[in-house]
């Protein structure tokens, strides 16, 4: 089937610290890549995305590579900001462009 | 211009009761996706609709959920005799028909008491 895998639990790290957030995915076929964000009290955004393999997404200093030999897309972010507070969701499409999710890792940034 | 917008945003509402959500997609956008965020389940794909066929109901998870889509534009998601695991937010999408970015609105949190 087709489905995304995020390392379990929140993450708390220091303002300016460096940022990554494990993703990994199962899919028949060549599916797009995503990182969604939600911020407190708002809606799910795209953050970046990627469509086929070796291709980087990058959007607010945010970055993920498309790696089909390890089936990952992890996010990184090389200096992060109090306010890059959120909850970061993994996901592919497939079939009708659904969305699969990973389960979201909670990002805290402390000054 | 308008993002997507649903409504409401918060329901409460009794064991056994029906309930009805709304999602006003971004005009011209073909294509509408309903997804579920719970704590337990994540976010999960319910349905997708083209115009105002459903080719995609498979995320659907019994026969007390349906929804409909008139006009190419609102649609509405309708649970009928909910229980307290149907507690989530209700998140509504919409793209473009095609491989393009799903806007996704504010969502409704359902609460089932």
């Known amino acids: 089937g087709n489905s995304v895998t995020q390392m379990e639990g929140p993450v708390t790290l220091s303002e300016e610290a460096f940022l990554t957030i494990n993703c990994t995915y199962t899919?028949?076929?060549?599916?797009?890549l995503f990182w969604y964000v939600q911020y407190p009290g708002e809606g799910l955004q795209l953050l970046l995305k990627?469509?086929?393999?070796?291709d980087k997404g990058s959007n607010k200093g945010f970055e993920a590579t498309y790696r089909k030999e390890t089936t990952s897309f992890h996010l990184e972010k090389g200096s992060v900001q109090v306010s890059d507070s959120a909850v970061y969701f993994c996901?592919?499409?497939?079939?009708?462009?659904?969305?699969?999710f990973g389960k979201g890792n909670q990002v805290v940034v402390i000054p | 211009g308008a993002g997507v917008s649903q409504s409401p945003s918060n329901k409460v509402t009794e064991k056994g009761k029906d309930v009805e959500l709304r999602c006003d997609p971004i005009s011209g956008h073909t294509a509408l996706y309903w997804y579920r965020q719970s704590l337990g389940q994540g976010l999960e794909f319910l349905i997708y609709f083209q115009g105002n066929s459903a080719p995609d109901k498979s995320g659907l998870p019994s026969d007390r959920f349906s929804a409909e889509r008139t006009g190419g534009s609102v649609s509405t998601l309708t649970i009928q005799r909910t229980q307290q695991e149907d507690s989530a937010v209700y998140l509504c999408?919409?793209?473009?028909?095609?491989?393009?970015?799903?806007?996704f609105g504010p969502g409704t949190r359902l609460t089932v008491t």
């Open positions: 899919a028949t076929g060549y599916p797009s």
């Open positions: 996901a592919l499409s497939y079939g009708n462009n659904r969305l699969a």
């Open positions: 999408a919409s793209s473009p028909a095609g491989p393009y970015e799903q806007y």
């Open positions: 990627a469509t086929k393999a070796d």
